[in-house]
């Protein structure tokens, strides 16, 4: 099992940016995805933005086409989600992720995963 551990999080106006950082204990070089995921209060867990391992475009949610994007240090094991022109709708807990991809396409599913950090959480004030 992997280690994963973010950071990053916190609390920022509607308009700012945060850049969260996934650091793996060792490589994640037997995975086929990383990914990042979030949970608002009441609300299921919810896939944001993946990546694959073996290249490829990322694979975003809808709701943060264009104001998020992934990036991975392969090298370093960690990958990070940047998020500009955050919105109070982005405010929730954020975990990465780190999988074997069971459809092939690093798809925003929890069972595409196996490896999970604790979170970090990020909150956006109107």
């Known amino acids: 099992q992997v280690q994963l551990v973010e950071s990053g999080g916190g609390s920022v106006h509607a308009g700012g940016s945060l850049t969260l950082l996934c650091v793996a204990s060792?490589?994640?070089?037997?995975?086929?995805?990383v990914g990042w995921f979030r949970q608002a209060p009441g609300k299921e867990r919810e896939g944001v933005i993946s990546i694959s391992l073996r290249g490829g475009k990322p694979v975003y949610a809808d709701s943060v086409k264009g104001r998020f994007t992934i990036s991975r240090d392969n090298t370093r094991n960690r990958w990070y989600l940047e998020m500009d022109t955050l919105s109070p709708e982005d405010t929730a807990m954020y975990y990465c992720a780190a999988g074997g991809s069971v459809s092939g396409n690093c798809l925003l599913r929890t069972d595409e995963y196996s490896d999970w950090g604790q979170g970090t959480q990020v909150t956006v004030s109107a």
């Open positions: 060792r490589s994640v070089a037997s995975r086929d995805c």
